[in-house]
């Protein structure tokens, strides 16, 4: 794991990279595009999430935290709002326009480890590994994304072990808002 984030022109026949972007000061972790294909938001073990302009092959902003950054997600119905979840169990939600956290989520677990917003971007879904002595499990939250509060909690103990889970198993619940019952 590099402190670079590579661009690979996938149409050309070589398939050379088109671009490198050497911003983060450790290793990258995660790596998102913009909707609109203008920019790429990265975050890593140097505790930041890094919005890049790909047009003009700049860092446009820095997003700091206390935690590693482990996964990043733009919401789907704004591209000025973004989601970082990090090492220490906490997710924030940006503000790209003003470089602040608009509303923090935290249920004082593990590390985050993937988030994804349902279709209509009222909840988002987060899973993480919570220890707790010899035991591990992962844990699915739907939050809402007002409110900040956690509207359902499952525990997947040794049901999933990857990262990529959430956009995995809760697709097919994925099309309405969560209804708890």
């Given at each position: 794991?590099?402190?670079?984030?590579?661009?690979?022109?996938?149409?050309?026949?070589?398939?050379?990279?088109?671009?490198?972007?050497?911003?983060?000061?450790?290793?990258?972790?995660?790596?998102?595009?913009?909707?609109?294909?203008?920019?790429?938001?990265?975050?890593?073990?140097?505790?930041?999430?890094?919005?890049?302009?790909?047009?003009?092959?700049?860092?446009?902003?820095?997003?700091?935290?206390?935690?590693?950054?482990?996964?990043?997600?733009?919401?789907?119905?704004?591209?000025?709002?973004?989601?970082?979840?990090?090492?220490?169990?906490?997710?924030?939600?940006?503000?790209?326009?003003?470089?602040?956290?608009?509303?923090?989520?935290?249920?004082?677990?593990?590390?985050?480890?993937?988030?994804?917003?349902?279709?209509?971007?009222?909840?988002?879904?987060?899973?993480c590994d919570e220890s707790k002595g010899n035991i591990s499990e992962n844990?699915?939250?739907?939050?809402?994304?007002?409110?900040?509060?956690?509207?359902?909690?499952?525990?997947?103990?040794?049901?999933?072990?990857?990262?990529?889970?959430?956009?995995?198993?809760?697709?097919?619940?994925?099309?309405?808002?969560?209804?708890?019952?």
């Amino acid at each position: 794991m590099d402190h670079s984030i590579c661009v690979w022109n996938v149409w050309s026949r070589d398939h050379k990279k088109a671009c490198v972007f050497n911003y983060h000061n450790a290793g990258v972790k995660d790596v998102k595009w913009s909707q609109q294909g203008l920019f790429l938001l990265s975050c890593g073990y140097d505790c930041s999430s890094r919005l890049i302009d790909i047009e003009k092959g700049l860092e446009a902003q820095v997003f700091k935290e206390d935690q590693v950054v482990g996964v990043v997600k733009f919401h789907p119905n704004n591209s000025d709002l973004f989601l970082s979840g990090g090492s220490k169990g906490l997710i924030k939600l940006w503000d790209i326009r003003i470089g602040k956290v608009v509303h923090e989520y935290r249920r004082g677990l593990g590390p985050i480890l993937d988030v994804e917003f349902t279709t209509d971007a009222k909840q988002f879904i987060s899973s993480c590994d919570e220890s707790k002595g010899n035991i591990s499990e992962n844990s699915i939250i739907v939050w809402d994304v007002l409110r900040q509060v956690p509207l359902s909690n499952q525990l997947a103990d040794g049901l999933v072990n990857s990262r990529f889970y959430v956009s995995q198993l809760m697709l097919p619940f994925m099309g309405n808002s969560y209804q708890p019952v």
